[in-house]
């Protein structure tokens, strides 16, 4: 955490939400990223590096980054729901913090099983809301329904995968956008968790919110 960084609880169907909100400098102008976090049984949390890494990318952008536990991790109230109570409290988490008529703009950012929950929220939100920013790290194509990305969207999407991930192969990712015609980013020697490569997560994401 920084100066910059607010530690706040949100509502959410489970009870409370634990969240962290990280300020631009700017007050984040742009609008409110919202950031979801690994599985919750192999110690996915708001804390985990890569998040962190997503958030420190966004803020730099001038976004306000919120990133928050799922249901039964850290403070966070309820038990873990194999991605159907996540997604709503994903969806709390966006009403509370980005609601559409107060926030100039909503990006999505997800990693390993967050990216397949923002998936989901996508889906369920592309009719009412403009999704300005979506960003998918590690997406966890092998092991859950992860939903396709509206076309639309696509050219604001980054999905980011490393060439040597172990916990979800790049091949199951490819075979998840391959129908979509959507790009993948591969980084080349980059495992799961980005070990000793997050500066180039940053840079990569740090570039497509350039655009």
């Not at 959410?12 to 049984?41: K, N, S, Y």
């Not at 110690?43 to 536990?69: D, E, H, P």
């Not at 980059?190 to 997050?198: D, N, P, S, W």
């Given at each position: ?108 950012a997800g ?99 350039s655009h």
């Amino acid at each position: 955490m920084n100066l910059h960084t607010q530690r706040i609880m949100l509502s959410g169907a489970a009870g409370e939400i634990e969240a962290l909100r990280d300020l631009a400098a700017d007050a984040g102008t742009r609008g409110v990223v919202v950031i979801t976090h690994p599985h919750p049984l192999f110690g996915g949390s708001m804390t985990n590096k890569v998040v962190q890494t997503l958030a420190r990318a966004f803020v730099q952008c001038g976004w306000t980054a919120v990133r928050f536990n799922f249901r039964g991790v850290g403070a966070s109230q309820g038990s873990h729901d194999e991605g159907r109570g996540e997604l709503d409290d994903l969806l709390a988490v966006i009403e509370q913090v980005a609601p559409a008529a107060s926030t100039p703009a909503l990006a999505l950012a997800g990693f390993s099983f967050g990216s397949f929950v923002v998936s989901q929220a996508v889906q369920r939100l592309w009719a009412s809301r403009t999704i300005e920013k979506l960003v998918l790290v590690g997406v966890a194509a092998s092991r859950f329904e992860v939903a396709p990305i509206p076309p639309e969207l696509h050219l604001q999407t980054l999905v980011l995968h490393g060439e040597k991930d172990d916990t979800v192969p790049l091949a199951d990712v490819l075979d998840w956008a391959r129908p979509q015609a959507l790009p993948v980013l591969v980084a080349p020697g980059v495992e799961h968790f980005f070990h000793g490569q997050l500066p180039l997560l940053k840079n990569l994401v740090l570039r497509h919110l350039s655009h």
